[in-house]
Structures are given as C-alpha cells and as structure tokens.
C-alpha cells in the first residue's frame, strides 16, 4: 500500500469550509484522511509547516495542441507545464487536428494523457462538426467517450438555431455548454481591443460589444433550453454585469475569467508585442476592474487560462499576422496572488475556491474536495516565496508569455496527482 | 536619432525643431549642389507597399548627400517567394547597410523588427499607424508660409481612422500648439481620436472643419482598400469632398495640402487641387529636403 503523508500545512477546503493546520494522509492514491498528528507508518513525508495544502487546481481552458500541432504543445508538453503551474486536472479544448468532434478522437487524447500526461486530463468536445458551426457533433458518444462539456472554442458558433440545438443536446447529457463568446462579423479583422490604444496604435479593433452581443445571446438561449451555460474568458464590463444579472434571475449561466484579463489592460502592451495578443483581447482598464468585481462577487465562478500555446515562428512576424494567444499555466496562481489576494480583494479561500470547487461544479467532477475516499489530488502552494518566471525553462514546447522574467511574491510549490509527487518547485 | 525614426508620437519639440531647421538648409531655393556628407553610406530603401513618390523622394534625398541607395519592392523579391519579414531583414541586416528605409502594409512591422535588428530603421509609413516623415514635411511646407505652429487652425479631412499621414500629423501639430480639427464620416473617426493628442477636436460636417481654417490636410480616399464599406463612396465626395465653394469658410489665406497622389473629385476637386492656395507641389519638394534631414540625423554617428 503506497501512503504519502502531508504534515503541518494549513489545510484549506472551500467545499467543506475547512481552513486550519491538518495533516493530510494519502493511501493508494485516494484521501485516506484529514486530521490533527494522524498516526502513520510507512508512509512518504512531506514537510508542509508554512505551506498552503489545498485540493488539486483544475484548469478548464486549455489548449494542448494534441493531436496535429505537437510542434506548439503535445499533452505531455502541456500536462508538466499544468503540474509546474500547480494544476492537477487540465481540460483541453477540441481545436486540434483533427477536430476532437467524435468519439474516437476523444478516446485517443485520453489514451495519449494515461500513457504521457503527469497531470488528470479531462477533453472538452467539440459542439459541431470540426467546430464549423453547421452540423452538430457526436456530442453523446462523446460524453460516452469521456468529454466534459462542449465547445467551439476559437471558433464561436454564429448560428443561434444551431447553438439552441446544441444546448438542448448538451443538457441531455448533462454537460454544460462552453462558448467563447464573440461575434465574428463584429470582432472580424481585428488585432487588439478597440479603443483608444488601438487607435493610437493603427491597429483594428475588436470591440467588446462582439463580445456582449454573444454573451446576451447565449444567456437568453439558455433561459429558452434551461441548459447550463459557460461563458469562456469574459473580459468586458457589460458581459460580467449580463452574467450577474442572468445568475440572479436563475438563468443557469456560469463563467471564467483568465488571469491575463485580471491582470493586465490594453495599455500595458510594449508597442506591437505579439506576446500581448491574444482573444478576447486585453481590454480597458475599466474593464479589469469589471472581470475583478466579478471575481470577488461571485459573477465569476472559475479562473482558467486559456493556455495557447503558439512556437516562436509563428509569433515573431507582422502583429497583424500573429496568432491569438498566449501560454498561462505556470504563472496563473502566481497572478491570482498578486492580483487579488496580497491586494486584499479576495481571500485565501475564495481563491482556492475559484481553481477547485468553482470549475469542478462548472463541469459536475468528482474533484476538487479534500474528501475521504476522493481522488489524492493536491496542490501545496506558498503564499510569500518571490521567484522570477523563466519563460525559456517552461514545460511547455512554446515561449509566447507576457510574463517572462516577472518576479511572483508566492506561488505553488507541490503538485500531487493522484498520491504522486509530479511536480515540486526544486524542479524551477 | 541613433536608433533610427519610428514615429513622431516620441519625438520631442527641439528633435522635431532641429530636423525642420535642417531640411530648411535643404531645400532647392537654398542650393542645388550635391552634397557629400553621407558619401560611402548604405541605405537600403524596402517596400513591402507600392510607392512611387516616397520611395523615391528617399532615394533622391540619399543621393543628394552622396550615399548610395538601393531599392528593393516586395514584389518579384524573396518576400513574393514566402520568406517571412523577419527572414528578410535578417539577410538584409547581415549585409550592413547603415539604415534600412522601410514602408509596410502592417502596422508596427518596423517597430518589431527594430526590436530585433540593430540597423537603424526609418518609417516611411506602416499601415494605419504613422508616416513621421510626411509630417515633417508638411510641417515644414506650414512653416515656409506662416512663422509657428502655435494657435494654428488645421482641419484634417477624410478617412481618419485609417490613415497614418493624419496620426503623424496630430502628434506633431498637437506637440507645437495646433488646433486640429478631425472631419469625416463616423465610421472612419473613432471617438478616442479626441483623447490621441491635446487639442483635438472632432466634426462629421466639412463645414464646421473648414469655418476659420489656417490649413486644410486633405486625406486620400481608399473607399475600395478598407475591408468593408463603411461609407457610400457614391456619396462620399457630396458630403466629404473639397470643393471651390468650401474655401471662404476657411481664412483668406488658407493653405489646401494633401499627401498624394490626389483623387481627383473623389476627395479634392480639380479646382482646388489645381488653385493657388494648394501646396500640394511645395510639400513634394519638401518631401526630399525633410528626408535628407533625417537620413543626415539617423546617420550622423
């Protein structure tokens, strides 16, 4: 019997309010218990006096790029950047090649993650045929296969017929509907929010209203099917008022934010740098202070990262011609700290909450409890510790991270997958 | 300007002063010899964007300080074969000319690659971001008629938010005191216009742009090159067009400008085009006296 003991962390679990100085007893890879001095033998330590011990982070947006782009990421890549970043569960979206909108492109991303990823991988599937916004997908072999929920991430679905529809299946098999809000013909051609900066810049704009229109949308579709909607990234002020406002009218209707979105504005971005462009994109900072209101309130029920990775070649050209996206699973925590915990803008535990509870009720996972009997996913993070980012030593195959060379106050320090250590910071 | 020049949104006053006071010295009343300051010098002029009069007016203002000049236009070049920008400028780089001389259709190109080059690199216009030396000139062509910038009246009419002459010229204008008046339809004035620089103001009505003007900057319409339309160009001319019966909103001694090559009764009529109070010849002129300026000034160390 394989045991690994966590002595002396402060213990917190949002799921059962538990915030205080416990041990933690992992036996076979499940909880074996929570306590005070627990009684052990034979067991692995690990020495968390100082150390945050929270139930395993769940990131639930990210691209891993496999199968058809292993150039930028594969699943291995990006499940030891997740373990770096302290995530013990990853979801990918389906924007690979082929597109993951059957059942057997699902099952082959979870025989690829149990061979070579380190971290629990969880595949979101597709809504229509390869994400062309048509045809739905094999949305319920899918769910048989093992997906999570359904989206046309990147690749929004325009048609509200088919996005009704696709809500209808989705609720019959019990997943959520994930959308990556944004109308096409509105945001089309454009590079950076629309604003002053890019203005001032020549670049286009994508204005946050092709952001809201779809957010409104789906929120009203939502209401008509009684599905359970997810907006993916939200970063304009009027599409967190919408969601706050669908949640206290009952609409079923959950939502993400990224960290880059808390944490920077349109105006931060050195001149034309590609590393800065992502979609949505980053907005004003009135803005940022509506995706922290958010946060705080409770509009907001996840942090994800929206990890995009892209190589080097494909980010060093024209901005115009730059891919959207960047990469975030290493340095998300560390964001989360400076931006909304180390200010006082939310606790300890409502951050916790944000990348465990939060996400694993977005998609009904088994995970994010530290609960007797319960996968032994863990996350040990310090709150103070300063280190730099080194986007060159990343697990992830790409570079393309606004943060590089970032000095974090805090930030994980131990990833635990099911009883296994795959992950601590002497590895940094 | 040891870096080269990327815009006008960073320079200061006496850097702007100083290349204006120079290419004053250069202009053709003040001498027509050549001049040898730059003899043994390479500067590569790359096109990625058809230009006949920038490109050129660069290549007669290098000649006239003795340095040597190559041109190079995407078209039938290695950039035709696929080789991505940064390919390009590397090789171009590895060959050590002194500048590189650069117009490109994206915004910002020449600011990454002179991220990544240590050749000095000079905008000759990126997308609808900036065109630092055609506000150069045209500041230069306002001061040979009038002795400052300051108090100035400068309404800039047409396609706004695509144009890299107009962002030039509000940074400059803005820095010396200028009032600018931006007209155009709303689709192509966005309302941040009015917080890019001091002293911006912003009108749909030609008329309002032109009541009291000390210089009228006419914009080049490209109806055709925007990526949806997002005005009649049927009517465009009806509401936005310069004509003769525009000019006595505007001071008597008004100046008509325009960066070319003109649209003739798209945006300006022949009448004005072709009358006395247009400069639009002047600022050609000027075009090789303010770049020999700023060749003189990138090169200089």
């Known amino acids: 019997m394989r045991k690994l003991i966590i002595r002396n962390g402060r213990v917190?679990?949002?799921?059962?309010?538990?915030?205080?100085?416990?041990?933690?007893?992992?036996?076979?890879?499940?909880?074996?218990?929570?306590?005070?001095?627990?009684?052990?033998?034979?067991?692995?330590?690990?020495?968390?006096?100082?150390?945050?011990v929270a139930p395993g982070f769940i990131d639930m947006h990210v691209h891993l790029r496999e199968p058809g782009f292993?150039?930028?990421?594969?699943?291995?890549?990006?499940?030891?950047?997740?373990?770096?970043?302290g995530f013990t569960s990853i979801c990918c979206m389906p924007n690979t090649s082929?597109?993951?909108?059957?059942?057997?492109?699902?099952?082959?991303?979870?025989?690829?993650?149990?061979?070579?990823?380190?971290?629990?991988?969880?595949?979101?599937?597709?809504?229509?045929?390869?994400?062309?916004?048509?045809?739905?997908?094999?949305?319920?072999?899918?769910?048989?296969?093992?997906i999570v929920a359904v989206s046309d991430d990147g690749r929004p679905v325009m048609n509200a017929r088919v996005m009704r529809r696709a809500m209808e299946t989705a609720q019959s098999f019990g997943i959520p509907?994930?959308?990556?809000?944004?109308?096409?013909?509105?945001?089309?051609?454009?590079?950076?929010?629309?604003?002053?900066?890019?203005?001032?810049?020549?670049?286009?704009?994508?204005?946050?209203?092709?952001?809201?229109?779809?957010?409104?949308?789906?929120?009203?579709?939502?209401?008509?099917?009684?599905?359970r909607f997810h907006v993916a990234h939200i970063s304009s002020r009027h599409s967190v008022e919408m969601v706050a406002f669908a949640k206290s009218r009952g609409v079923t209707v959950t939502s993400e934010a990224t960290p880059h979105h808390f944490a920077l504005s349109d105006g931060g971005m050195p001149p034309y740098d590609s590393n800065y462009k992502m979609k949505p994109p980053l907005r004003s900072d009135?803005?940022?202070?509506?995706?922290?209101?958010?946060?705080?309130?409770?509009?907001?029920?996840?942090?994800?990262?929206?990890?995009?990775?892209?190589?080097?070649?494909?980010?060093?050209?024209?901005?115009?011609k730059c891919p959207f996206g960047v990469i975030g699973l290493e340095t998300a925590i560390g964001l989360a700290l400076e931006h909304l915990m180390h200010p006082g803008k939310i606790s300890l535990a409502r951050l916790v909450e944000l990348f465990t509870t939060g996400p694993a009720r977005v998609l009904n996972l088994n995970r994010g409890n530290l609960a007797a009997g319960a996968p032994g996913d863990i996350t040990i993070l310090d709150t103070e510790r300063a280190w730099t980012y080194d986007v060159n030593k990343s697990a992830s195959k790409s570079r393309n991270s606004p943060f590089d060379g970032h000095i974090f106050r805090g930030g994980p320090v131990a990833t635990i997958v099911n009883g296994r250590i795959v992950w601590s910071a002497e590895q940094r | 300007m040891p870096g080269g020049l990327l815009g006008i949104e960073s320079l200061d006053r006496i850097e702007i002063e100083t290349i204006l006071d120079r290419a004053k010295t250069f202009q053709p009343q003040q001498s027509q010899n050549?001049?040898?300051?730059?003899?043994?010098?390479?500067?590569?002029?790359?096109?990625?964007?058809?230009?006949?009069?920038?490109?050129?007016?660069?290549?007669?203002?290098?000649?006239?300080?003795?340095?040597?000049?190559?041109?190079?236009?995407?078209?039938?070049?290695?950039?035709?074969?696929?080789?991505?920008?940064?390919?390009?400028?590397?090789?171009?780089?590895?060959?050590?000319?002194?500048?590189?001389?650069?117009?490109?259709?994206?915004?910002?190109?020449?600011?990454?690659?002179?991220?990544?080059?240590?050749?000095?690199?000079?905008?000759?216009?990126?997308?609808?971001?900036?065109?630092?030396?055609?506000?150069?000139?045209?500041?230069?062509?306002?001061?040979?008629?009038?002795?400052?910038?300051?108090?100035?009246?400068v309404a800039i009419i047409g396609d706004i938010a695509h144009s890299r002459v107009a962002r030039s010229n509000m940074y400059l204008l803005s820095k010396f005191g200028a009032h600018i008046v931006l007209c155009g339809p709303a689709?192509?004035?966005?309302?941040?216009?009015?917080?890019?620089?001091?002293?911006?103001?912003?009108?749909?009505?030609?008329?309002?742009?032109?009541?009291?003007?000390?210089?009228?900057?006419?914009?080049r319409v490209q109806l055709e090159r925007q990526h949806e339309s997002a005005f009649s160009s049927s009517e465009y001319f009806r509401f936005y067009g310069l004509g003769l019966e525009h000019m006595s909103l505007a001071k008597p001694d008004a100046i008509v400008m325009h960066p070319g090559p003109i649209n003739r009764g798209r945006e300006i009529s022949s009448e004005v085009a072709d009358s006395q109070r247009s400069v639009i010849l002047n600022q050609v002129e000027n075009g090789i006296a303010v770049r020999m300026a700023v060749l003189e000034r990138v090169l200089s160390n």
């Open chain 1, 98 to 146: 082929p597109v993951n909108d059957n059942a057997t492109v699902t099952s082959y991303i979870i025989e690829r993650a149990e061979k070579h990823a380190v971290v629990n991988v969880f595949p979101i599937g597709a809504i229509t045929k390869n994400s062309a916004g048509e045809e739905l997908a094999a949305i319920g072999s899918m769910v048989q296969a093992g």
């Open chain 1, 70 to 85: 292993e150039y930028a990421e594969t699943i291995e890549s990006g499940s030891r950047a997740a373990a770096a970043g």
């Open chain 2, 187 to 219: 689709s192509l004035l966005p309302v941040e216009l009015r917080q890019i620089a001091p002293g911006v103001t912003l009108t749909h009505d030609i008329k309002d742009a032109l009541r009291g003007a000390d210089v009228i900057m006419m914009l």
């Open chain 1, 177 to 227: 509907v994930i959308d990556h809000c944004e109308d096409l013909h509105l945001s089309a051609g454009g590079d950076m929010h629309e604003g002053l900066e890019s203005v001032r810049l020549g670049l286009r704009g994508i204005p946050a209203a092709s952001e809201d229109v779809m957010v409104a949308r789906d929120i009203l579709l939502a209401q008509l099917t009684g599905a």
């Open chain 1, 12 to 52: 917190i679990n949002p799921a059962t309010r538990l915030d205080a100085v416990r041990d933690v007893l992992i036996e076979d890879g499940k909880i074996a218990g929570i306590g005070e001095k627990l009684h052990v033998t034979g067991a692995e330590k690990f020495d968390a006096a100082g150390l945050i």
């Open chain 2, 34 to 153: 050549r001049r040898d300051m730059l003899r043994g010098r390479m500067i590569v002029n790359l096109f990625f964007e058809a230009s006949t009069r920038t490109r050129t007016s660069f290549e007669i203002a290098a000649k006239r300080l003795g340095a040597d000049a190559i041109s190079i236009s995407a078209s039938g070049s290695s950039v035709d074969k696929g080789e991505s920008l940064v390919d390009t400028l590397n090789t171009l780089g590895a060959m050590h000319p002194d500048a590189i001389v650069m117009r490109h259709s994206a915004s910002g190109a020449p600011h990454f690659l002179a991220r990544h080059l240590p050749t000095p690199i000079i905008n000759a216009g990126d997308g609808t971001h900036e065109h630092p030396t055609q506000a150069l000139l045209d500041a230069r062509t306002i001061l040979d008629r009038r002795p400052t910038l300051e108090g100035l009246r």
């Open chain 1, 286 to 320: 009135c803005d940022v202070g509506s995706v922290t209101q958010g946060i705080i309130s409770g509009a907001i029920d996840v942090i994800a990262t929206d990890h995009a990775p892209h190589p080097g070649s494909e980010k060093m050209q024209e901005f115009e």
